[in-house]
């Protein structure tokens, strides 16, 4: 079970709306200012992600949760999203090089089977997203800071 702790940002109706931030490694190298991967992630996306999780009990704003999904899930998922439109990328192209003998073909080919591939990927998503046994699960709750009592054992 691949873990992460996220923040509850709302829990209404028994669905918790919680935030998990994307870590990355950068700053812990000695290589900051010359490292390729520090840029790209200035450049990229967004670095945190809003996910809908289902629990019963009633959970805080900013409370702690620890996430869970299973392995086989993240695996297949990622097989999806990468491998189809290779695969549909390597056989169409293939098929059109057999088909028609040339570069161009073959590249017209790999085009469209990439793209292929990636709507195949899409299309199965939907489907695969909705199943229970892929969804994250919500696996410990941190206590809240009024829950929280510290006793100082020694000034008694």
Same mark, same amino acid.
């Given at each position: %079970? %691949?873990? =992460? ?5 709302? *829990?209404?109706?028994? #669905? $918790?709306?919680?935030? /998990? ?5 950068c700053?812990? /190298? ?15 996306? #967004?670095? #945190?992600?809003? +996910? ?13 949760? #620890?996430?869970?999904?299973? =392995? &086989? &899930?993240?695996?297949?998922? $990622? %097989? ?17 090089? !057999? /088909? ?7 590249? /017209?080919? $790999? ?17 695969v997203?909705a199943r229970?046994? *892929?969804?994250?699960? +919500?696996?410990?709750?941190? !206590?809240? $800071? ?6 100082d054992? &020694? &000034?008694?």
């Amino acid at each position: %079970m %691949m873990r =992460e702790w996220a923040t509850v940002v709302s *829990w209404q109706n028994g #669905e $918790a709306l919680v935030r /998990c931030d994307v870590k990355t490694a950068c700053n812990s /190298c000695a290589s900051r200012s010359g490292c390729g991967t520090r840029v790209l992630n200035k450049l990229g996306p #967004e670095t #945190e992600h809003t +996910i809908a999780v289902r629990w019963d009990s009633p959970l805080a704003a900013g409370q702690k949760v #620890e996430l869970g999904i299973t =392995e &086989s &899930s993240l695996l297949g998922s $990622a %097989m999806l999203v990468y491998l189809s439109p290779l695969l549909g990328l390597f056989l169409v192209a293939g098929l059109f090089q !057999l /088909c028609f003998g040339s570069d161009a073909a073959a590249f /017209c080919g $790999a085009l469209l089977g990439g793209v292929g591939g990636f709507l195949v990927a899409r299309g199965f998503s939907a489907r695969v997203a909705a199943r229970e046994s *892929w969804q994250p699960v +919500i696996l410990n709750v941190a !206590l809240t $800071a009024d829950q929280l009592q510290v006793d100082d054992v &020694s &000034s008694r």
